[in-house]
């Protein structure tokens, strides 16, 4: 079970309680895995994160965003376009 909360993620393991704080995205909107990374469209700033699962979180180093751009600075939500699997 993920809880996925404004600037911070959150994730609940309930046997045994641990709890993880992963600071800095934002709130994720969409969400998919793909070959061991995951894909998030974030609010604020229609943001795209790429996060590679086999690695640490490291804010701006993993995850990374790549669609940040201050032409669409003004589109609060974002949408994941993803490739059509085989």
């Known amino acids: 079970m ?15 309680a641990q709890f993880t704080e992963y ?15 995951l894909y998030m469209g974030v609010y604020p700033g229609a943001n795209i994160f790429s996060y590679d699962q086999t690695q640490p979180w490291n804010y701006g180093k ?6 940040h751009s ?9 949408c994941l376009v993803l490739p059509v699997g085989k």
């Open 2 to 16: 993920v809880e996925i909360l404004p600037e911070d993620s959150l994730p609940i393991i309930p046997t045994p």
């Open 23 to 37: 600071k800095g995205i934002g709130q994720v909107d969409t969400l998919k895995a793909i070959q061991g990374k």
């Open 62 to 67: 993993n995850p990374i965003s790549f669609s």
């Open 70 to 78: 201050k032409a669409i600075s003004r589109i609060n939500r974002s």
